[in-house]
Each structure stands twice: as structure tokens, then as C-alpha cells.
């Protein structure tokens, strides 16, 4: 097994071609010639997911968040990013990210938040092509209060908190959703007749919202982490003779700590 058999794998379900411009998918470390003999997913290329590569013998190393985002101006240990890259390359692990080409298939990110919470009639909220582009949105099996609705997203998707704005004095029937950061997308949300919108990152003024519209913040880690069941999947159907696991701390991996 190659690199280039893995990646080609993850492309056919989330091309490059379809990444945004200021993205960074792709094959960050490493030659699509290199042989590998495991494979380790995880949501971010720490150093420590690099450790635990090494540690269960994997030479690569998929995630969903980049490795390298922003260009480097040097290359650290005092830095994470910069460890992350000393430790993968004498390592000899290859490094691969999906993040916004996963972000905008309906069997990624937003498509598989929509399925956790049992939506039906799913479409892509912000369309760019034909079943390409940003978030969910799709109408639930029944309507709700929205405080029973608050509840219902905390147990499928496994929340402890979620901000949210004020509660609707209307039942919730259509939802919208986005992965990671979504405030961006809020008009799209109430365009698309949706009561509730489901996003992480949305700041303060953001809560202000008008009649018969909520936003609820889930978390950036939180709305994306499942991702990698997805992307374990995906590799382990393709290849089920070969090495693929996910990582054995992704629950612990949230850089994000709630007191």
C-alpha cells in the first residue's frame, strides 16, 4: 500500500478540487509514494497523535484539521505545529488532512451532523455545484418545543453545554447545521425557513436573533469530530485487510475545557 492508494480513497468522497481557497487540504507530509503499512485517524495533527502513530506502528497519519494552515515562517519544537512536523518527518510519517473537502460533501461533516440528529429531506444549506457546498439543512422526523428540542441535540450529540439563544416560543421543525465555525452561514439558515441553526464559534452578537429564528453554539470540536468515524470508515471499507485505526484519545483531544 501506497500513500496515493489512501488519498485517492479520501478524494473520491472529498476531492481537492472542491477545497476553499484559503484551505490547506491535502497531502502535508510526506510523498504519494511512500509506502504505508498503518493508518491512524485523528481530528488534529498534534504532536501527540504523531506519538500514538508511532506507538501503533501507523506511517500515516489522517485528520481532519491541517497541520499546516497558515505558511511557516520556521520550524520549532517550542511550537506544537513545528513539533508535530520534527516528529512526523524523522518519523518518517506521512500526513494527510481533509479538512473543507470534507467540510462541503453531504456525506461529510454537516451531512453526517444531520444524520446524528435524525434529520430527513437533507440538503446542502449554501449549494455552490450540485450536492456541493457548506452545511445541512433538513426537517425533523416531528416537531418540538424548542426547549425539548435544546435537549433532544444535547443527547445525539453527546453535548454537556450548548449556548444557545433565546428559546422560540414556536414549535422546531426544520433545522440547518454547519460543522466548526458557521456563524457565516446564519443567513443562509434563516433563508432556508429553518427555526433552529446549529453551529460552534458564533459570538456574542450573533445571539441577537429575529422572531422565530434560534442559533445553537455546539462546539467547534464538538460539530465536527465525527468525521473521523467517517473517514475510519470509509478507509476500512475500501482496504479491510489493511491497518486502519482511529485514534485511541480523539474523546480527550478537544483543545476546549468546560468548568
Known amino acids: ?40 485517524v485523528g481530528f488534529d495533527c498534534t504532536p501527540e497523535l504523531i506519538d500514538e502513530a508511532l506507538q501503533c ?39 494527510y488532512a481533509a479538512h473543507t473537502t470534507a467540510d462541503k460533501v453531504i456525506a461529510g461533516v454537516s451531512g453526517t451532523m444531520a444524520k446524528r440528529l435524525g434529520l430527513v429531506n437533507v440538503q446542502v444549506l449554501d449549494e455552490e455545484t450540485e450536492g456541493v457546498g457548506l452545511g ?50 446564519i443567513g443562509k439558515a434563516m433563508a432556508s425557513e429553518a427555526q433552529a441553526y446549529l453551529c460552534g464559534d458564533i459570538s456574542y452578537h450573533h445571539f441577537f436573533t429575529p422572531k422565530g429564528f434560534m442559533v445553537i453554539d455546539i462546539g467547534h470540536f464538538e460539530g465536527e469530530v465525527a468525521i473521523c468515524d467517517v473517514l475510519f470508515s470509509l478507509l476500512k471499507k475500501k482496504f479491510p485487510t489493511f491497518a486502519v485505526r482511529t485514534s485511541a484519545k480523539l474523546g480527550a483531544s478537544n483543545p476546549v475545557f468546560y468548568y
Open 57 to 95: 506502528g501507523a506511517d500515516m497519519v489522517v485528520t481532519h484539521h491541517p497541520l499546516i494552515f497558515g505558511g511557516l515562517k520556521n520550524i520549532s519544537p517550542d511550537d506544537p505545529v513545528g513539533l508535530a512536523v520534527i516528529k512526523a518527518v524523522s518519523g518518517g510519517i506521512a500526513v
Open 1 to 40: 500500500m501506497r500513500v496515493r492508494d489512501i488519498t485517492s480513497a479520501i478524494e473520491e468522497l472529498a476531492p481537492l478540487s472542491i477545497q476553499e481557497s484559503w484551505d490547506n487540504s491535502g497531502l502535508l507530509v510526506g510523498s504519494p509514494d511512500q509506502e504505508v503499512h498503518g493508518v491512524l
Open 136 to 185: 445541512a439543512v433538513g426537517d425533523l422526523p416531528e416537531q418540538m418545543s424548542s426547549e425539548v428540542f435544546i435537549q433532544y441535540v444535547k443527547s445525539r450529540l453527546g453535548l454537556s453545554i450548548a449556548r444557545c439563544s433565546r428559546p422560540l416560543d414556536i414549535p422546531v421543525s426544520r433545522v440547518a447545521v454547519c460543522g466548526g465555525s458557521g456563524s457565516s452561514l
